[in-house]
Nanobody, 127 residues
Framework: QLQLVESGGGLVQPGGSLRLSCAAS????????IGWFRRAPGKEREGVSC????????YYADSVKGRFAISRDNAANTMYLQMNNLKPEDTAIYYC????????????????????WGQGILVAVSS
């Protein structure tokens, strides 16, 4: 059974850091496009960062460029989102996602290529 499980969320003060993990089971992650998404209170879901499986390029939303970094560990079958210099506006439920379908732009709606989603994890940035 294909499954994605996020961990590493929580409450952090502004300026702090968190690393989200997303462990995959039931399939091998290294052939898949991967992505992190978030839904803030009262807002639509948005793509935070993705690595597509067309040419391996990486996307970051403008709001997180220079602060967040996406990565994966194929041996651990896990993807990560390192989040630094967190701001209150980063508060959201964060979701990891993956898929095999080729996509040049998995981080923008309709999120083509992101077929499997984790359950979501809360990141709250507050003093």
């Amino acid at each position: 059974q294909l499954q994605l499980v996020e961990s590493g969320g929580g409450l952090v003060q502004p300026g702090g850091s968190l690393r989200l993990s997303c462990a995959a089971s039931g399939f091998t992650l290294n052939y898949y496009g991967i992505g992190w998404f978030r839904r803030a209170p009262g807002k639509e879901r948005e793509g935070v960062s993705c690595i597509n499986n067309s040419d391996g390029s990486t996307y970051y939303a403008d709001s997180v460029k220079g602060r967040f970094a996406i990565s994966r560990d194929n041996a651990a079958n896990t993807m990560y989102l390192q989040m630094n210099n967190l701001k209150p506006e980063d508060t959201a439920i964060y979701y990891c996602a993956t898929g095999l379908a080729p996509s040049d732009d998995p981080c923008t709606p309709p999120y083509i290529g992101m077929d499997y989603w984790g359950q979501g994890i809360l990141v709250a940035v507050s003093s």
